[in-house]
């Protein structure tokens, strides 16, 4: 299938850089898979449109500070880097935008710099040297790594709101998306209804940003990302299917998450390790039931 068969007339100015408030005001466009109806709703409307029993699923990974502005030694260009994962021996993956050979020592505050050890077409390594805690650099001088079609400056207030109300388990570079909308009014309301909520945990990694080029969307690769099912979630999703109920995946990292760990009789065990699905067009879903 070609990537170009994706393409649609789209107003950039339509894309919200804040949130809705309150968040579960945003809009939400219901689609039939019966009979491809389409309705307008609001997420706030969601457990009137999800039935008694169902099993919502969402993702709990945290997004890091990890956005850090640098310069680059000796001339002090201006370099920022994206930490996405530590690989051991004070060394991490990164994204870096504004370029950076091997050797390339770069500043990040005064107590703080890297060097890059590697460069690739899907990785860069950069060697840390620091006087303080990793994780207490990004709370003193990191940003939120905000989607790239987030055009502005990042603020203090992204701390916030680029979380989701389920986000317990650090990891993520990026928010799972779907699950910005919650609140817990809406979770309130949901549990009213018999509608139940179990979590995965899917570290949204450089796939999410990387975007495909390929002509055609079969030949893009597409990277892995830490991802964990527990066996209380796994034995929840069992019992909703014995029962009736149907999965409901938040988003597509849950779709990623839940289809990596079933098998092909639709069933799913714990599972920890990395997510290496690639879902297109033809694809038969194994777990999911719908997605909001």
Known sequence: MLLSEFDFPFDPALVADR??????????????????????????????????GDLLVVNDTKVLPVRVSGRK????GKVEVIFVQDVG?????????????????IDL???????VLETGPSKILVGM???????????TIGHMPLPPYIKRAPEQADLEWYQTCFAREEGS????????????????????RGIRIATVTLHVGPATFRP????????HDMLPERMEVSSGTAEKIMRTKAEGGRIVAVGTTVVRTLETASDEKGA???????????????YRFRMVDAML
């Open 89 to 105: 021996d004070h060394t991490w993956e990164v994204l870096m935008k504004g370029g950076g050979k091997v050797g390339q020592v």
């Open 19 to 52: 949130p809705v408030e309150p968040r579960d005001h945003a809009r939400l466009l219901a689609v039939s898979r019966l009979s491809g109806a389409c309705a307008h709703h609001r997420i706030a409307d969601l457990p009137g449109l999800l039935r008694p």
């Open 109 to 115: 505050d005064a107590d703080a710099h890297c060097t």
């Open 173 to 192: 570079i990026a928010a799972p998306t779907a699950g910005l909308h919650f609140t817990e009014g809406l979770i309130a309301d949901l549990g009213g």
């Open 268 to 282: 799913i065990a714990p599972y920890d390790g990395e997510a290496t699905l690639y879902i297109t067009p033809g």
């Open 129 to 139: 040297t620091t006087s303080k805690p990793i994780r207490a650099l990004f709370e």
């Open 212 to 219: 495909v080029k390929t002509p055609r969307i079969e030949d």
């Open 73 to 76: 030694r000796p001339g002090g």
